[in-house]
């Protein structure tokens, strides 16, 4: 297993890609601008604020700057850093900074895969079960249209969402199992029915979605994100403050195919790989020990190193995972010492040693 010192740092996400044409003097400008961004260190994670994704929709207008700004809770005075940046730019009469944010959410995390049926969802409910363990306020938001079944791996029953009023308005009120609040994409719909939305009814209601849950305080909210590059996926990476993503593949090749194309999809929108999780990497022989890589080995490792991003940990095959899956207790709740739980157990210190609040430097 790689250092997991921290994997956020050892990323290297390429830059915001270059917007819609304009003219030379715009562009000049525009540069000024994001080199103006690339200043701004965020104390957490010690990198600018352009490499981790925080700066979208940039726009330069004649003298004017307007920005997106995806930040979590805690970093909303990062909007005020921005615009003691900007505004002593010579041109720039004034510039507008949006803050976009989920409300109560310090740190939003993805997890996503190049195609169905690698473990995703499996991936993102140990992880959530095991930053619960370590102390944190978890979420869970099971957004894969295509297949979501976060609630039943956690023994949630189909139900009927409930709402609640809030001072910004009607909200969903999470679930709550084995300490950790569920919403789900799935419980909108009828059970055994398929999700059938497509294009503008899939961006709204995934945008309202992701904003209109009443979370209240979460150290972390995980993002199950539908496998592809497809529609649903970018439209929720645009719509939300994600601070990284995590990369799931078994160590087969097409599996590996997709998952780079995804990678590429997440650098090309701005988004930090934090690293890639091999499922099913080898079956652990109940008599001897002896680890079977049944798909295949070193996939992972290879495809790590070519894209430089870590491999967060090698999940075995266990027939405990899929039967804590079909029962509603994740393995590692019920088996906190096997060696798959190990492995979530690992990435979750991983993923605090990285995000934990630590003093803001004044
Ligand atoms: P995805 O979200 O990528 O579609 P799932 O997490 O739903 O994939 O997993 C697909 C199936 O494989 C589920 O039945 C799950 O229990 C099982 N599974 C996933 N990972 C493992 C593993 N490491 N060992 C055994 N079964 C697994």
Redesign the pocket.
């Known amino acids: 297993m790689p250092s997991h010192a921290s994997p956020f740092r050892q990323t290297h996400p390429e830059d915001a890609p270059p917007p819609t044409p304009m003219d030379a003097v715009t562009e000049a400008r525009y540069r000024e601008a994001v080199q103006c961004l690339k200043q701004i260190i965020e104390p957490v994670l010690k990198r600018d604020m352009v490499s981790l994704g925080m700066v979208r929709n940039l726009r330069v207008v004649d003298d004017y700057i307007s920005l997106r700004l995806y930040v979590g809770q805690h970093q909303h005075y990062l909007r005020q850093v921005v615009l003691d940046r900007l505004h002593p730019l010579p041109w720039c009469k004034k510039a507008y900074v949006q803050l976009c944010t989920i409300p109560g959410v310090r740190t939003t995390l993805a997890i996503s ?1 190049g195609k ?9 409910v140990n992880l959530a079960t095991a930053l619960s363990l370590q102390g944190a306020r978890v979420g869970l938001l099971d957004a ?1 249209v295509y ?1 979501p ?1 976060v609630p039943q ?1 956690l023994g949630i029953n189909p139900v009927e969402v409930s709402l609640v009023d809030t001072p910004e308005g009607q909200r969903f009120l999470p679930l709550e199992a084995q300490g950790i609040k569920v919403m789900s994409v799935g419980l909108l719909a009828a059970p055994d029915h398929p999700l059938a939305w497509r294009g503008p009814v899939l961006h709204k209601i995934i945008t309202q979605f992701i904003h209109e849950v009443a979370w209240g305080d979460l150290d972390y909210l995980l993002i ?1 994100l539908p ?1 592809g590059t497809g529609d649903a996926q970018i439209t929720i990476i645009q719509e939300s403050p994600i601070c990284g993503v995590l990369l ?1 593949t078994t160590p087969q090749q097409v599996a590996i195919a997709d998952v780079r194309r995804s990678i590429h999809m997440f650098r090309r929108v701005g988004i930090p790989v934090l690293g890639i999780v091999e ?2 990497s080898y079956l652990l022989c109940g008599h001897c020990g002896e680890p079977t890589p049944i798909f295949g080995s070193g996939g992972g490792q290879q495809l790590a190193e070519e894209l430089q991003t870590p491999l967060l940990g090698q ?5 405990l ?2 039967a ?3 029962a509603g207790t994740p393995l590692t709740l019920a088996y906190p010492n096997s060696v ?1 739980a190990q492995v979530f157990r690992q990435i979750a210190a991983a993923l605090d040693h990285t995000f934990a609040p630590v003093p803001i430097e004044a």
Do not use: A, H, Q, Y
């Open positions: 895969s169905g049926g690698v473990g995703k969802s499996t991936t993102s894969d297949g079944n791996m199950d496998p799931v499922n099913m999940v075995p095959i266990d027939p995972l899929c804590g899956g079909d798959p």
